[in-house]
Structures are given as structure tokens and as C-alpha cells.
């Protein structure tokens, strides 16, 4: 069984910076797929960013890009969100999500395993 827990999250203004990190355990974490998702209140869970097993495909949801950067270190079985120039609006759960087929996707219904969440709160 595959465990990912997802650290990094808090309070910060606007126009500041957070890294998420997610750790995996119990499974091979080399040959998934990750990927990063959120959830704001009362709004559907929307991917940020996905990476693919050798970490040379990315993929940015619109409202991130330039701001955000996903990669991973299969080393460490860790991925990580690094976000910058953070807005209100990003504020939200921020899930990540392993995807025991390789490649990259973009739809949740395609990862198998889900870290807890962390919370991730813009003040203006």
C-alpha cells in the first residue's frame, strides 16, 4: 500500500512563497506518476501540476504557470510543488496524488493514491 504524506503548508501574504512536499512510502515511487491537486471551498478538486516517472514531462494548470514548479527526486521518493508569487486565489487544500501508470495525467481518476492534504492560505 502506497502512504503519501504531503507537508509544507501555511499562512502566507500575497506574493509570497511555499514548497509542498510529498513523501512517498510502500510502493515504487520511481515508476509513478505524481501529481499536485487543490481544493477550495465548495469548488471541485482541480490538478495544479503533474509530472511523469522520469520527471521530463510537466504539465501546469493555466492559472500557474511561470509560478509554479513541480519536480521530484526519486532518490528520495519525495515530490515537490514549489510555489511563487502565491494569490488568494490559490488558497486551498493542496493534495498530491500517485498514478501507478508512468506517464502523465492530468484527470484525478487516473492516480490511485492520495496523500491527506495540506492547507495552503493566501491572506491579501
Known amino acids: 500500500q502506497v502512504q503519501l504524506v504531503e507537508s509544507g503548508g501555511g499562512l502566507v501574504q500575497a506574493g509570497g512563497s511555499l514548497r509542498l512536499s510529498c513523501a512517498a512510502s510502500?510502493?515504487?515511487?520511481?515508476?509513478?506518476?505524481m501529481g499536485w491537486f487543490r481544493q477550495a471551498p465548495g469548488k471541485a478538486r482541480d490538478v495544479v501540476a503533474a509530472?511523469?516517472?522520469?520527471?521530463?514531462?510537466?504539465y501546469y494548470a493555466e492559472s500557474v504557470k511561470g509560478r509554479f514548479t513541480i519536480s521530484r527526486d526519486n532518490a528520495k521518493n519525495t515530490a515537490y510543488l514549489q510555489m511563487n508569487s502565491l494569490k488568494p486565489d490559490d488558497t486551498a487544500v493542496y493534495y498530491c496524488?500517485?498514478?501507478?501508470?508512468?506517464?502523465?495525467?492530468?484527470?484525478?481518476?487516473?492516480?490511485?493514491?492520495w496523500g491527506q492534504g495540506t492547507q495552503v492560505t493566501v491572506s491579501s
Open positions: 510502500g510502493g515504487t515511487f520511481s515508476r509513478y506518476g
Open positions: 509530472i511523469n516517472w522520469r520527471g521530463d514531462n510537466t
Open positions: 496524488a500517485a498514478d501507478t501508470d508512468p506517464a502523465l495525467h492530468i484527470m484525478a481518476h487516473w492516480y490511485d493514491y
